[in-house]
């Protein structure tokens, strides 16, 4: 048996079990690979919201990755809810020496409008982690924010990406479940220097358990990359992956239920 890539994931952690740390762990080793974690934050929630939310100090963010680090090659790593500006700068003294592809997924706002960010924590994740960034994954209202482009059409979705290639990132990925109108497809934007962009469709799965799919995405796109997958590949398989356990999630309690992580690897 080949050993398997080990993959981070820098994140807060969800008590319902359907996000955060908890999502991202169930993804990596459905899909094949060995997960940890740095906790960046823990939260009081479930499928009808989140209710609390308390944050480590930085230095214990920062002795958690170091700590890992001493002890695992990482292969690739992912980050989620960063939550202040403190525990970024924590967390990018560290990243910025690193080699491994790092997925950036700005989490700022829950699914049910709860904000996971303090307020100066976005000017500092551009600042700070979106240049360390092998791919930046903001959905249509992080996209806004960032890059300061209304997005309402493939056109702006575009443009929303360029400009935050132009800020930093290596990559960009403007995810469309938030911009797409149609009942058929999901358009996810790839964007990469020097080349055109790239349309990722896949079929609109109309369920209401989607809580936690923007921290399974990102996390099954740097378990593509820790196993060696190039960017459109990573990005494609991690796509597929979502888009199955989109059709088969199911709602574990109240409220919102989560994708299914094993049925996404077809376990």
């Known amino acids: 048996m080949l050993q398997p890539p080990n993959v981070l994931t820098i994140a807060g952690s969800d008590s319902g079990g359907g996000a955060g740390i908890q999502a991202d762990l169930k993804t990596m080793t459905a899909m094949g690979a060995y997960g940890m974690s740095v906790i960046t934050a823990l939260t009081a ?19 958690q990755l170091r ?4 002890g695992f ?7 989620g809810m960063m939550f202040s500006a403190g525990i970024i700068d924590a967390v990018a003294d560290i990243l910025e020496g690193e080699s491994f592809p790092l997925v950036v997924d700005p989490v700022c706002v829950s699914t049910s409008g709860h904000l996971l960010m303090e307020e100066d924590g976005a000017a500092r994740l551009k600042e700070r982690l979106m240049p360390l960034a092998a791919l930046f994954t903001p959905n249509r209202p992080e996209a806004e924010l960032f890059s ?11 443009e929303a990406g360029a400009r935050l290639l132009a800020m930093g990132a290596k990559a960009v990925l403007v995810k469309g479940g938030h911009v797409d109108g149609s009942s058929v497809f999901v358009t996810d934007w790839l964007l990469e220097p ?8 896949q079929p609109h799965v109309d369920t209401p358990n989607t809580h ?12 593509q990359l820790a196993f060696g997958m190039p960017l459109g590949v990573a990005v494609t398989k991690a796509q597929e992956y979502l888009n199955r356990a989109l059709r088969h999630a199911y709602a574990p309690g109240r409220g919102h239920g989560p994708c299914n992580h094993r049925a996404g690897a077809g376990l």
């Open 45 to 63: 929630q479930n499928g009808l919201g989140v209710e609390g939310i308390r944050a480590p100090e930085p230095g214990v963010a920062a002795l």
């Open 67 to 70: 700590t890992v680090r001493a």
């Open 73 to 79: 090659p990482v292969h690739a790593a992912k980050t």
């Open 148 to 158: 300061g482009v209304r997005i309402a059409s493939d056109e702006e979705a575009v």
């Open 194 to 201: 020097g080349r055109e962009p790239v349309a990722l469709r």
């Open 212 to 223: 936690g799919t923007g921290c399974t995405l990102s996390a099954a796109i740097a378990t």
